[in-house]
Each structure stands twice: as C-alpha cells, then as structure tokens.
C-alpha cells in the first residue's frame, strides 16, 4: 500500500478531468489525476468523441467519392478491409492520448491509475493493479464521467451492444438496429450504414435528435429516410436472443407486426452520470438519485473544498462543456474569483449532414415566452452550396425581437458544426442581427449563410447567390 499526499486530486481524467488538472498545475497547485484507463482522455478521447468522428470520416469520403459518378467520375466498389479501418480510429486515438500523457508529464501531473473511492473528506483510495494507493488532499475534483444506460429488458448477448461495443467494429452486420434516435446512435448508424449494413432506428418520440428544431430535422430526414429505415414513435418492448439472430418486439406507430431478426443491436438510450461509483458519500458530497452531484457556478459541491464538473454535474453532457467547467473548477481551487456562466453551450451530431444548434431553440425560445422572429437561409439558394452539391441545408438564426440580439441559431448541411461557432461568438458577446449582416464573409462559402440570414432579419437581403 502506497501513500500520496497532494493539494488537488482529480477524479477522473477525461475532458474535464485533464483540462482541470493541467489548469490547475499552470497555476502552481499540486496535481494528482486518478483513473482506472491506461491512458488519459476519457470517454471522448478513448471510446467517444475521436474514434467515432475517425470512423466517421471514413464514411463520408466513401459517400463523397460514390457521389462523385454523377459528376463524371466513377471508382470501383470500396473493398473494406476492417482491420486497417479500426488501425486508423486505434492510431487516432493513440496519437491523441500520447499527446495527453506528454502534456500531464511537462506539468509533472502525476496519473495513478486504478479506481477512485473517497473514504472521507480529504481521502481516497484507488484500487489498482498493484495495490491500493490512499491519496490524502486538500482539495478534490470529482470528473468521473458517465456511462451507457442499459435497459433491463435487453438479454446479456455479445450481439447486444453500446457504443463501445459499436466503436470496436468487430465485424459489420448485415442488419443491425440502433435503439434510440439521438446523436450517438445516429452517428454509429451512419457509419454501420457506409460500410455496408442495412439499419434501421427505432425512436420513441415523434422525431430524431429530439433537442433540435423541427425545421431542421426536416431538411435532416431528406437524406436519412434515404439511408435509415425509421420507425418513429415506436418503441422495442422485447429482445430474444436466437441462434440465428437478435428478435426485436416492437409497439407503436411504426412496429412490425412481428418479431424482427437482426445480427445487432446498438442500445443508445442515453448517458448515466457516474455519480453514485465514487462513494461520494463518505466525502459528505450529495449525489442525487439520478447520480448527478449538484454544484454552483464555481463548479463547488455541497462540500467547500470538493468540486465537481463535467457530465456527472448535468446536460449537456458534452466535452467542451466539461472542458470550460475543469478550467473553471481550477481556477477557483487556485482561489480566482471565476465562474462558469456561458450564454449558449453548441450541440453538434457530426452525421451527414450534420445538425448543429447554439443558444436557444425555436422551441425553447417559445416554451420560455420570449419574443423572438427567425429568419432562415436555404442552402439551395447558396452558390458554394450548389457548386459541391450539398445542397441540402438550411441556416436558421433566431433573433430577440425587441433588442434585435442573435440568441439562437442552428445549422443542418455538410460541416455545419464547423460554422456553428460564429453563431456562438456572437451570442456570446451580445451581437445584434445587423452587427452578424454588416460582417462581410467571403464569397463562395456555407458560413456565409449566417451573414445572409441576418440580412434577412434585417430586411436587408442582398442578391448574393
Ligand atoms: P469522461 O470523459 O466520462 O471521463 C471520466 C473518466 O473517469 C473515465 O476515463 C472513467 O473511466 C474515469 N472514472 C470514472 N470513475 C472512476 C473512478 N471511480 N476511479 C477512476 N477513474 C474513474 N461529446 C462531444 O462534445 N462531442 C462529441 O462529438 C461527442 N461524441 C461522443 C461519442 C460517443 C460514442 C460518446 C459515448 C460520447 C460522445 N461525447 C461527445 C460525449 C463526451 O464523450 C463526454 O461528454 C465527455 O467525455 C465527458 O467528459 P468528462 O470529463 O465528464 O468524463
């Protein structure tokens, strides 16, 4: 049994985790970083945001080049060798996480790994491969993440699996069902569905990506009726596990009469903060039954000296959220006066096209009774649109009425999410619709929407094509 005694233990070394760490060590403090993975990076950098977006990329050059035969130039058929597809996502990541570790060695952040459990205010003990270490502190981040919810009427079947099991692509089945229509499992169908599998989605509510504007999932669901079979309104009531195959039971809307046969099932129900796993209890910490610790704007628990951040405080469970929120919790442990209070935190789903949103929805801005007027873009009215033939797109700012301010704005089209940013720049600094029109952007480009959309809040549409 080994002892450590330092000023800042972070629980958990993903997005938040070592974004908090390393903040917290520019600024001079002490760093211990506990996680039970070998390498650093979370679920994002291991099994979440990077290899889904590698795997991601594959599919969309290979969309990209089919298409390209109706402009004149035709491949063979893609020849799919899996195992140099998962040595590029493994290399992806790898180059990353030895990044990570290269960064928390120049800060001499020190990583045990093993599991965390608080065994009181000021101590913890980690569980791992070599024995238990007790960790002895004066100050604690807790940024142990969140999980894969499981649903209780799912057999236990190597067939059966969340998106870890999808992103170690063992093999690609010929027919596969993804449960639950938000971004993660549309994401992993997209790419199931490039490499060669028929796959259908099942959602419970009356459209996918349930968070985004009707209108926008509209101009989504042009190309995914295309690619998905979807069954919305519908949900799975029983899964049996044959020899032969999954059988999926549905009810509702769009349930098949009977039983249908897959070779896989991806549940993507949703995240479950990992609150509960780290005896924060025996810390005094207050976790709800949820598992979710309550925290201020300083990112504090209940407990003075005990911070939390990251998925385990709360939706949007999104790295660069987690990632603002560690810088925050860091600066206040190196007692800076900071607090975490953003104007709009961006969502992106990074299918094809992507569906983007910042700020306020149209629904929400209707739920919360502002007054607000919308004013859209088509992106078949856009020339750089029309010359890549990605035509299918739409941008959508929503502006206060009475100030004129952008408070909202959502994208759907190709490398929608790479644009969303100026829309979340000028939320964020309280830009009005006529300070986004007079920003000249460059002519041919997607993001030029934005600029045209607030023309037309404006009322003053140009007639740049
Ligand atoms: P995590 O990344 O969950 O890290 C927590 C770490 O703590 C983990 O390594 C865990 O093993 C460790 N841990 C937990 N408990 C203990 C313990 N008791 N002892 C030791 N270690 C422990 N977000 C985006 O913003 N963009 C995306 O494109 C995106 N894509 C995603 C794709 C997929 C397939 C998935 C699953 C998620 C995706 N996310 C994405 C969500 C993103 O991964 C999370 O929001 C983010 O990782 C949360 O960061 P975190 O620091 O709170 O915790």
Known sequence: MSEIKTQLVVLGGGPGGYSAAFRAADLGIETVIVDSRDSLGGVCLNVGCIPSKALLHVAKVMKEAKHLASHGVSFGEPKIDLDKIRDYKDGVVKQLTNGLAGMSKMRKTQHVKGYGKFTGSNTLEVQGDDGVTTITFEKAIIAAGSEPISLPFIPEDDRVIDSTGALEMKDIPEKMLVLGGGIIGLEMGTVYEALGSNVDVVEFLDQLIPAADKDIMKVFMKDYKEKFNIMLETKVTA?????????????????????????????????????NLVSADKAGVNVDERGFINVDKQMRTNVEHIFAIGD??????????????????????????????????????????????????????????????VASFPWAASGRAIAQDSTNGLTKMIFDKESGRVIGGAMVGTNAGEMLGEIGLAIEMGADGEDVALTIHAHPTLNESIGLASEIFEGSITDLP
């Open 312 to 373: 385990l405080v709360g939706q949007p469970m999104l790295a660069h959220k987690a990632v603002h929120e560690g810088h925050v919790a860091a600066e206040v442990v190196a007692g800076q006066k900071h607090y975490f209070d953003p104007r709009a935190i961006p969502s992106v789903a990074y299918t094809e096209p992507e569906v983007a949103w910042v700020g306020l929805t149209e629904k929400e801005a209707k739920e919360q009774g502002v007054n607000y007027e």
């Open 239 to 275: 899964v049996e596990a044959k020899d032969d195959g999954l059988y999926v039971t549905f009810e509702g809307k769009k349930a098949p009469a009977e039983p249908v046969r897959y070779d896989k099932v991806l549940v993507a129900v949703g995240r479950k903060p990992n609150g």
